[in-house]
Nanobody, 124 residues
Framework: QVQLVESGGGLVQAGGSLRLSCAAS????????RAWFRQAPGKEREFVAG????????RYADPVKGRFTISRDNAKNTVYLQMNSLKPEDTAVYYC?????????????????WGQGAQVTVSS
């Protein structure tokens, strides 16, 4: 049974930074695509960033390009999301996810494992 646990969320002022972590347990996910999604109140869950199994390929949603960086440490079974220059519109619950596919995909339904979510609130 795979479990994903996010940490690092919180309240930050616009322009500030936060770093989210997602630790996996139950089995190694070193062969899995890892990703971050987010869901704001009243909106659908959307892709934020994804990273391939070996970390060599990354993909970002347009609204976060140049501000967010996804990385992973397979020895720790953990993926990170460094968020800089945060904006109020980044406010959402952030979820980490894992997929057995080889390509970095962006569709919610293609990810088998999900964390419980971490709240990120950016004040103006």
């Amino acid at each position: 049974q795979v479990q994903l646990v996010e940490s690092g969320g919180g309240l930050v002022q616009a322009g500030g930074s936060l770093r989210l972590s997602c630790a996996a347990s139950g089995r190694t996910l070193s062969d899995a695509v890892r990703a971050w999604f987010r869901q704001a109140p009243g909106k659908e869950r959307e892709f934020v960033a994804g990273i391939s199994a070996n970390g060599g390929s990354t993909r970002y949603a347009d609204p976060v390009k140049g501000r967010f960086t996804i990385s992973r440490d397979n020895a720790k079974n953990t993926v990170y999301l460094q968020m800089n220059s945060l904006k109020p519109e980044d406010t959402a619950v952030y979820y980490c996810a894992a997929s057995g596919l080889r390509m970095v995909v962006t569709t919610v339904g293609l990810f088998a494992y999900w964390g419980q979510g971490a709240q990120v609130t950016v004040s103006s």
